[in-house]
């Protein structure tokens, strides 16, 4: 079955402390890897996709990496406004376009 | 200039009663979906259409019964409604085919009392 998990659940961090998110999948046929960021009361909000191990990609302070079990969301120099729940999903093999998504982990960053 | 709009943000209604959520995306996209997320934030899929075709079905009661009366417009009509139904709804949508970005409305917050 596909799955996904997200870890930590919650993390908080001083501004300017960087860290990583994690995000462990079993896929049948992974077709890509999504990051999204969700702030309090609103829709996901596209970040990333990863489609093949060893690809990274990045935007300001964030960089996301894969490998055939896991991707990490490598948050540098966070700031307040970083803050919000960060979601990973994926995509099988398939062409439904179904994302199946973690639980995600919430981030705090504190002045 | 919203690409993928849902009306309404808030719904209370009462137990029984029979609700819409309208769905509206601007973004040419061929494919539209409805997610459910729980209490715990976690999302799952409940429906998609392509080309208003019905693609994705997941284990849903039969009272949520969604409608696409073009590639542009999903309706989500709820039956019936039970405590458990409350969640939040999000409709998203997409270009057909596996790997596309799949972009979300602001979602759409229903409360069962």
């Known amino acids: 079955e596909d799955q996904v998990t997200q870890s930590p659940e919650a993390l908080r961090l001083q501004e300017g402390e960087s860290s990583s998110l994690n995000c462990s999948y079993t896929?049948?046929?992974?077709?890509?890897l999504f990051w999204y960021r969700q702030d309090p009361g609103k829709g996901p909000e596209f970040l990333f996709t990863?489609?093949?191990a060893g690809e990274e990609k990045e935007k300001e302070r964030l960089k996301a990496t894969l490998t055939k079990k896991e991707s990490f969301l490598h948050i540098t120099a966070p700031k307040p406004e970083d803050s919000a729940t960060y979601l990973c999903?994926?995509?099988?093999?398939?062409?439904?376009?179904?994302?199946?998504f973690g639980q995600g982990t919430t981030l705090q960053v504190k002045p | 200039d919203t690409a993928v709009s849902q009306t309404p943000k808030y719904l209370v209604t009462q137990m029984g009663n029979d609700k819409s959520i309208k769905c509206e995306q601007n973004?040419?996209?061929?494919?539209m979906y409805w997610y459910k997320q729980d209490s715990k934030k976690f999302l799952k899929i409940m429906f998609s259409?392509?080309?208003?075709?019905?693609?994705i079905n997941e284990t849903v009661p039969n009272r949520f019964s969604p409608k696409s009366p073009d590639k542009a417009h999903l309706n989500l009509h709820i039956n019936s409604l039970e405590l458990g139904d409350s969640a939040v709804y999000f409709c998203?949508?997409?270009?057909?085919?596996?790997?596309?970005?799949?972009?979300f409305g602001e979602g759409s917050w229903l409360t069962v009392v």
């Open positions: 998203a949508s997409s270009h057909s085919g596996a790997g596309n970005t799949i972009y």
């Open positions: 896929v049948s046929g992974l077709r890509g």
């Open positions: 990863l489609y093949s």
């Open positions: 999903a994926v995509q099988a093999n398939s062409n439904t376009g179904k994302l199946i």
């Open positions: 973004l040419g996209h061929d494919t």
């Open positions: 259409y392509n080309n208003k075709e019905l693609i």
